[in-house]
């Protein structure tokens, strides 16, 4: 599959296919690596780390509660709701040994996004962080949720430690909001049921089945479901395993500041530091920089999984040059573009330059990464083995070099489709099988690829897509507006920032008001920074507004 062009920019001894059949699931890797890594660190956090064989022990007890306590069969979803805490690898392992499809859901959601996420993808359970039990409670009774299980952060401490941490967080710090949910059930008491329960046994996936939905936002501002196959993500971790060309199997460690619930952090830190024996360092909060460094001040860590806006936040703290780096030797970046000047200011304070890619929620994510030996900061690089990519013009012309045109993927990492969604998929599907990636890109003459427009209107911020329907369904709900367009702008932190332009319906409407108005249904990063009033809008000659024009003005 790959070409020619291609094949010189690899590591000496990097296959350029990868062996699709190795694995039948995601559980016979998890298997091997818990046989194989059984007494190494899998996971870390906020003090306490757990192995692999332990790993395989608390997600059996997991599985097992699943399996006797609740009414879930096998195929049902279950919606993971919570930041990094070594629950969440206990829970996804654990919910794929009894045979159910983890749905990833980010804990920020407002009520409204979090019932439109559990009632599309049809979940009958949810296992959340009782910061967000209030929302929770608020979205229950309108959703199909039939088995509720409440984690609080300090769950995997010894129980003395447990309950003060707890505790703490509760009545002193009141960092959980009161709610009140009747059938919900303790982590901690399910783990104790599961234990004592007998664990029926792994259930037998294939290849073919879907693991995980991971959803993503869509030009129509309505969020789909990727269906995640077993075969997309066991494909998409042994492309990324090619890259790891200095990497010694059981003994690195990675520090994972990004959330485990975005596919990114998703496939590198769950997937394949998995399949690698490595050690995940998880980080719960990242925007609290101080603690964070501290942290990672205690970890002797060989590699680091980050995005633009961290690097920089992090670089301009005073506390960062305390941080001992010494061991790093790979340091990846995804989710959102890669300045260059702070690529080039990471490698200058760590030592270690920045291995930057491309990928999408729809393509499990990764498409093409820099090979760590052949960096060329500015591009995506090259396609992960396996991968064809082609570029195509607006009549479906194929491109060559130089030429501009949207990057299309063709590869085992891609997604079976958008769940229920088959016109959706079959719009963003080419007749001979590339996923159109809505992205205009160009193909240097040395093989390296480059990013250099976005087709769609996705607004990308600090990693998460931003899709300007929804944020302008939520703006237009506001009765003082009588019309809106959302666009994203640069922004030093964040990559781009949310821009709406407004037209008013009551004169007396003010930025503030709209602002106020988007904290109450959309999360944090999709509200708008910036609002500019307009007394009218460009439309084309069917009355439909242009986005572009507003962008390039």
Not at 99 to 125: C, I, L, W
Request: with cysteine; glycine share 8%; proline share 5%.
């Amino acid at each position: 599959m790959m070409e020619k062009i291609w094949a010189d920019k690899y590591d000496a001894g990097t296959p350029l296919e990868i062996d699709t059949s190795k694995y039948s699931s995601i559980l016979e890797v998890f298997h091997e690596s818990c046989r194989k890594f059984a007494d190494r660190p899998a996971y870390s956090n906020m003090g306490v780390t757990i192995t692999y064989r332990e790993l395989d022990a608390l997600s059996a007890q997991f599985a097992a509660y699943l399996q006797n306590h609740t009414s879930l069969k096998v195929g049902d979803r279950i919606a993971v709701q919570m930041p990094n805490l070594i629950q969440y690898p206990v829970v996804v392992f654990g919910a794929m040994r009894a045979g159910m499809v983890v749905v990833n859901t980010n804990p920020m959601y407002t009520a409204r996004e979090m019932e439109h996420q559990f009632n599309d993808s049809g979940a009958k359970a949810v296992v959340a962080l009782a910061n967000f039990g209030n929302l929770l409670q608020e979205v229950l009774p309108k959703t199909g949720i039939k088995h509720v299980i409440i984690t609080e952060v300090a769950d995997m401490q010894k129980p003395l430690k447990r309950l003060l941490m707890n505790f703490v967080i509760r009545k002193i710090k009141k960092m959980v909001p009161a709610f009140h949910i009747p059938q919900a059930v303790s982590f901690v008491k399910a783990m104790a049921q599961g234990k004592r329960a007998t664990f029926k046994g792994d259930h037998k996936a294939a290849r073919d089945d879907i693991a995980v939905l991971q959803y993503t936002g869509g030009t129509t501002g309505v969020a789909k479901g990727a269906m995640l196959t077993h075969g997309n993500l066991i494909a998409n971790m042994l492309q990324v395993k090619t890259l790891l060309t200095d990497w010694r199997d059981g003994q690195e460690t990675i520090v994972a500041p990004l959330p485990l619930y975005h596919i990114f952090s998703f496939t590198v830190c769950c997937m394949a530091m998995m399949n690698t024996g490595s050690h995940s360092y998880l980080i719960t909060n990242p925007r609290d920089i101080l603690g964070f460094l501290a942290d990672i001040g205690k970890a002797k860590f060989t590699a680091f999984c980050g995005l633009n806006t961290l690097f920089v936040a992090m670089m301009n703290h005073p506390e960062f040059t305390k941080v001992d780096f010494s061991g790093l030797k790979f340091t990846v970046a995804g989710g959102m573009a890669m300045q260059v000047h702070v690529a080039e200011k990471w490698e200058k304070l760590t030592g270690c330059r920045v291995c930057e890619g491309f990928g999408m929620t729809e393509t499990s994510p990764v498409v093409c990464v820099n090979p760590p030996h052949a960096i060329q900061l500015g591009t995506i690089g090259i396609p992960v083995p396996s991968t064809d990519i082609k570029l195509l013009d607006e009549e479906g012309k194929e491109l060559g070099v130089g030429e501009p045109g949207e990057l299309c993927v063709k590869g085992p990492q891609v997604m079976k489709g958008y769940w229920q969604r088959p016109d959706a998929t079959a719009e963003i599907m080419t007749e001979d099988g590339f996923l159109r990636t809505g992205d205009v890109a160009v193909l240097q003459p040395d093989g390296f690829l480059r990013i250099v427009d976005r087709k769609k209107d996705m607004i990308l911020v600090s990693g998460f897509n931003v899709y300007p329907n929804e944020v302008e369904e939520v703006v237009a709900g506001h009765p003082g507006v009588l019309e809106c367009a959302a666009i994203g702008v640069p922004d030093d932190k964040s990559g781009e920032a949310v821009k709406v332009f407004v037209v008013k319906a009551d004169q007396n409407l003010t930025k503030e008001q709209v602002i106020a108005h988007c904290r109450a249904g959309l999360t944090g990063y999709k509200v708008p920074k910036y609002v500019e009033f307009r007394t009218e809008l460009p439309k084309s000659n069917v009355g439909k507004i242009l986005r572009r024009e507003l962008r390039d003005h």
